[in-house]
């Protein structure tokens, strides 16, 4: 940290830098940062690319409005330095204009080794707020300046432990909930992953819908909730299962060893390996989103049939309106498409263990289709009935045979994801010429009847494979009109 904050400024005689917000608080703190935030008063972009030529990184434009600039570093324990023209014509002024009492901290660069007896407070109340760990919202017009503050207040105190908000905050949140829309999508889509990243996610979640933030972002909520009451168990209506469910997603990723004492070296693997499929948006924090929404397109499904109420291909309806969401909040390709799958067939490991048994080709067909999200979507199903504890809707017995079912199946995708590979005994190819086939579904639905049976200790041979696909080509060709 030393060198780097010397090699910056060595190139800085020319201009007045301090350090400021976060990182300043950080250093007072003495909690750890990732990230340095300098701030300038003059040529902003000018500078950046100084600093950033001398760093031998890569720089980007953040906001060209505010002149405010990221330099990426690698190799480094500073992932980012951020750098933005003074936000006024003074520091002063500009620690004013920042979001927090708590981050209305700056110091000049050139006293980083001694910086304590340099740091300006630039609010009456940040002293006490520091010592009390609050984020108090620094002035009337905070939310209005940049609404995405709001989110950025949930965000900080779902990393910062045992940090909260003050009451006048969360106030102020209430009262500008709904100019969080008018935030950049991507931004927005950002802060909220960072916060569902958290442990207890489920809880600021809560507090955020309190404060009409939840709705805000997500206008489908408000639908969810204005859904007819009577069509659900929760008497809540439907939001209230989402959320259960949620947050009965949120225990079972915290209690893995618990649920899947078997399998929990490789769910943890799978699910805290550190791999995000896209900025910010992990396995464990897209599950959690998914939760939120799985049951989506129930109002618009809802029908009375034998005396039932019925949400006929709710999945599928359900799939297409999160990806609308996701659209909308400039998601990538990668997380719409994990996530509206998971929708999509969120119900089919209820249907596989429905009578408590799971045959080998039952087991293979699912991992077939499901692949990779096979674990994602049997913790989301078991969440899916976690979310009905607290009603009694099933008996004890009932849900201690799903979890059965949910852990058993676990267990069989990981036996066959890491036994070795089956010799190919046959191919398309082969299947085409010899039964003068053209290219197209029927052969790959071919291929998975071999391979069941392959599985199943049934199929040994290539004459083995040509004789099954002898029995089963009348019907494929019945079924594909070929």
């Known amino acids: 940290m030393n060198e780097l904050i010397k090699k910056i400024n060595s190139i800085s005689k020319d201009y007045d830098v301090y350090a400021v917000g976060g990182f300043a608080r950080d250093l007072l703190l003495k909690l750890k940062h990732k990230d340095i935030d300098l701030a300038v008063n003059n040529d902003a972009l000018k500078y950046a690319k100084k600093v950033a030529a001398a760093l031998k990184a890569k720089l980007i434009t953040l906001d060209e409005d505010t002149e405010t600039y990221r330099i990426i570093l690698k190799d480094c324990k500073i992932s980012n330095i951020d750098i933005a023209l003074f936000n006024g014509k003074t520091i002063e002024e500009d620690l004013q204009n920042r979001d927090f009492t708590i981050n209305a901290i700056a110091f000049k660069l050139k006293y980083f080794e001694n910086f304590r007896k340099h740091i300006i407070f630039s609010n009456k109340n940040t002293l006490v707020d520091l010592k009390s760990k609050t984020f108090n919202v620094m002035s009337e017009k905070t939310f209005k300046a940049d609404p995405l503050r709001m989110l950025r207040a949930f965000r900080f105190i779902s990393e910062f432990t045992g940090f909260k908000l003050s009451n006048k905050t969360l106030l102020k949140i209430k009262q500008n909930a709904k100019l ?38 997500f206008p489908e909520i408000e639908k969810m909730k204005k859904a007819k009451k009577k069509y659900y168990y929760h008497p809540g209506g439907l939001f209230e299962h989402s959320f259960e469910t949620l947050e009965s997603a949120e225990n079972i990723l915290i209690n893995l060893k618990k649920y899947f004492p078997e399998s ?18 992990t396995r464990v ?35 297409n309106k999160l990806r609308e969401i996701m659209h909308s ?55 899916d009935w976690h979310s009905y504890k607290r009603l009694k809707v099933f008996s004890p017995k009932e849900l201690k045979l799903q979890e059965k079912s949910a852990r058993e199946l676990i267990k069989k995708y990981y036996e066959l994801k890491n036994t070795k590979p089956l010799p190919k005994v046959i191919d398309g190819n082969i299947i085409m010429r010899e039964f003068r086939l053209k290219p197209g579904p029927w052969v790959g639905e071919l291929l998975n009847f071999v391979n069941e049976a392959q599985f199943d200790g049934k199929v040994l041979s290539k004459n083995d494979a040509l004789k099954l696909i002898l029995s089963k080509l009348t019907h494929i060709k019945k079924k594909y009109r070929i």
């Open 180 to 217: 969080i829309k008018s935030a950049a999508p991507e931004r927005i889509k950002n802060e909220f992953f960072r916060i569902l990243s958290a442990q207890n996610s489920s809880e600021l979640l809560k507090t955020m819908d309190d404060c009409g933030l939840l709705s805000g972002i």
């Open 329 to 383: 909040l400039k998601f990538g390709k990668r997380d719409i498409e994990t996530a509206t799958f998971l929708v999509r067939h969120h119900m089919r490991p209820s249907i596989l263990t429905r009578n408590n048994i799971v045959t080998k080709k039952a087991a293979l067909k699912f991992f077939r289709d499901i692949g990779d999200n096979s674990p994602d979507l049997i913790v989301l199903s078991m969440a």
């Open 264 to 281: 929990f070296i490789e769910l943890q693997e799978h699910f805290y390996s550190g791999e995000s499929l896209s900025e910010n948006v």
């Open 285 to 319: 924090s897209l599950l959690k989103f998914t939760a939120l929404f799985h049951d989506n397109a129930k109002p618009e499904t809802a029908k009375f049939a034998n005396g039932k109420m019925r949400f006929f291909e709710h999945e599928d309806f359900g799939a």
